[in-house]
């Protein structure tokens, strides 16, 4: 996710050599200079960055501890921006939280990406509300989205937003909702009349937080946007949307300084899943290629059920992993959203992340073929592959509608896995994985 930022800084690092060097400290502020500026980070936060780490190294004296250490402080002090992290629930639910925007931003996507962040991850009881009434596509767009992740919606195509509004903050009150959030209409540009109603909406709503969804896409100009959002309506925090189609992904760290309010979300990606919260403790170890095992371990803490993981884990050691384990396995993947991103998380991992790409679960082909496989076997073979004798196959061949050498592909496959799997989850295990890893990232196995 922070590739090329990652990039900067390590090369940055890598020109001190020595200690007590000043020419090697001068090429590294440069290169960090130069780095930062081809990923879009603003140019005045560059500049205080870099001015900052190479008089606070100095301070502490050249060397590459130093560096390291001013940098960290640095990126830290940058992206900490008064107000809160993460999400912040009100004293006394619900939390009321307003989306705003500009048109084609990615609010109600947010919105939803937001609704299913909550509720999986944070158990909560929310609700939706949908207070962009111009369009009735938006409406429809919602409904959708509430129905994909099971959320309440509420919505009157016939009523004003702030009459939805009201309506929809005492049915909360009174079901005991925890959050509340609401979509508003978007504007293509900043247009007084609607920044009046919005303005109305914000009255009513009498929100706690007021989240700006920032296109990552349109660099500083989501940027410059926000001030007039800021100045009119106010904002408590900003979210950073379609981050994953901003390969530079500078511009996550100039804007919490720049707007004045913390970033909190990342929204990387079209599906419900694809947001992470933006700590900055957090999001400083993983540009300086340390990851983030927090943030991994609350993601998948969150939809793995540890019951589960372990009566899956126990089966794997002992070399009983069916077909039946294998779905349920895909299931909770897909919960944790693209791998890339996961993998982008673990120390060290994310080279591999990006060589990896993007590996769609839903949609890639394999896997489709796998379903159509497995769904074609008895509730018998299911849960134990060695009953697959070769008439047993052909059955499922033609009953999948695959080539019956395909279906034999996918069998030897799945029973090198169970296997591969059984050995990691032994004594060694991650060892092993760790050597099996760098051995692909020195061939460059991945690349391509
Ligand atoms: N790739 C990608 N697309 C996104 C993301 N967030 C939103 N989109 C897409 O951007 C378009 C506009 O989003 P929408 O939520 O309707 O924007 P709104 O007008 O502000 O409500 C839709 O096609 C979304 O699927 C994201 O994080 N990544
Ligand atoms: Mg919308």
Redesign the pocket.
């Known amino acids: 996710m922070f590739d090329t930022l990652t990039d900067s800084f390590k090369n940055a690092i890598g020109k001190i050599r020595f200690s007590d060097d000043g020419t090697a400290l001068k090429k590294a502020t440069t290169e960090l200079r130069k780095s930062l500026l081809k990923a879009d980070v603003h140019h005045k936060v560059v500049k205080e960055l870099v001015t900052t780490v190479e008089n606070e190294t100095r301070k502490m004296g050249i060397g590459k501890d130093n560096f390291l250490r001013a940098l960290h402080a640095e990126l830290t002090r940058i992206l900490t921006i008064q107000g809160n992290q993460g999400f912040v629930f009100a004293s006394k639910p619900p939390t009321v939280v307003l989306m705003i ?10 919105t939803g990406k937001l609704a299913y962040f909550l509720k999986e991850q944070k158990k909560k009881k929310v609700m939706i509300v949908a207070g ?1 009434l111009q369009r009735l596509a ?1 409406v429809e ?1 919602l409904n959708q989205i509430c129905t994909q992740i099971d959320v309440t919606l509420v919505s009157d195509e016939n009523a004003k937003p702030t009459e939805i509004v009201k309506v929809a903050l005492e049915r909360a009150e009174k079901e005991l909702y925890d959050v509340v959030i609401i ?1 508003t209409a ?1 504007r293509l540009a900043i247009d007084d009349k609607l920044m009046e109603e919005l303005a109305e909406v914000k009255k009513v709503a009498n929100p706690d937080e007021l989240f700006y ?1 920032a296109d990552a896409m349109t660099g500083q100009d989501a940027v410059r946007t926000a001030q007039t959002f800021k100045d009119k309506i106010g904002i408590t925090g900003v979210v950073l ?5 901003d390969g530079k992904g500078g511009i996550s760290l100039g804007i919490s300084q720049q707007v004045g309010a913390p970033l909190r979300f990342i ?4 599906k419900m899943p ?1 947001l992470e919260q933006f700590i900055p403790e957090r999001v400083v170890g993983r540009l300086m290629g340390a990851g983030d095992i927090e943030g991994l371990a609350e993601k998948t803490a969150s939809v793995i059920d540890e019951k589960e993981a372990k009566r899956i884990t126990q089966k794997i050691k002992k070399g009983q992993f069916s077909f039946n384990d294998f779905l349920a396995q895909m299931e909770q993947m897909k919960k944790l959203g693209s791998m890339k991103s996961l993998l982008g998380m673990i120390p060290g991992m994310g080279n591999m992340a990006k060589q990896l790409g993007d590996m769609d679960l839903d949609n890639s082909d394999e896997v489709k073929y796998i379903k159509a496989l497995i769904s074609s076997m008895t509730p018998k073979e299911r849960a134990e592959p060695s009953l697959l004798t070769n008439s047993r196959k052909r059955r499922i061949a033609a009953g999948s509608g695959l080539e019956q050498q395909h279906v034999n592909r996918i069998l030897k496959q799945f029973k090198t896995a169970a296997k591969m799997a059984k050995k990691f989850s032994g004594k060694n295990g991650m060892k092993q994985m760790e050597s099996m890893m760098g051995q692909i990232e020195n061939r460059g196995g991945l690349k391509g």
């Open positions: 925007g500009l048109q084609g931003s990615g609010k109600t996507t947010t962009d938006a767009q979509d978007g969804v949307s379609k981050f994953d189609g929204g990387a990606g079209e694809d």
